[in-house]
Nanobody, 126 residues
């Protein structure tokens, strides 16, 4: 069965960095677009970044553009999210997700993704 397992979250001071990882299993990882989302308390889940199957193209939410970088290693079935210049408003549970077959890089709605990890907490202190 499809499994996505995130790791790398934690507590960091404002301006700091974290690198999240998401290990995938149970399907052919290199065939799918992957994405990262986040959800803060009391807010809806929001798109953060996505990456094509090859890693050649990426797409970011305006709120993280220039600070975050998504990448993948298809040999390791893993997608990463490098987060630099973290701000308190970046505090959230971060989820990786697999895009539905036939989806595109620019479909940012959660419904465009069919499998989700359990999430990893990122807390940025001011």
């Amino acid at each position: 069965q499809v499994q996505l397992v995130e790791s790398g979250g934690g507590l960091v001071q404002s301006g700091g960095s974290l690198r999240l990882s998401c290990a995938a299993s149970g399907y052919t990882f290199s065939n799918y677009i992957m994405g990262w989302f986040r959800q803060a308390p009391g807010k809806e889940r929001e798109f953060v970044a996505s990456i094509t199957w090859s890693g050649a193209s990426t797409y970011y939410a305006d709120s993280v553009k220039g600070r975050y970088s998504i990448s993948r290693d298809n040999a390791k079935n893993t997608v990463y999210l490098q987060m630099n210049g973290l701000k308190p408003e970046d505090t959230a549970v971060y989820y990786c997700a697999r895009a539905r077959p036939g989806s595109t890089l620019y479909k940012v709605q959660p419904l465009s993704y069919d499998y989700w990890g359990q999430g990893t907490q990122v807390t940025v202190s001011s």
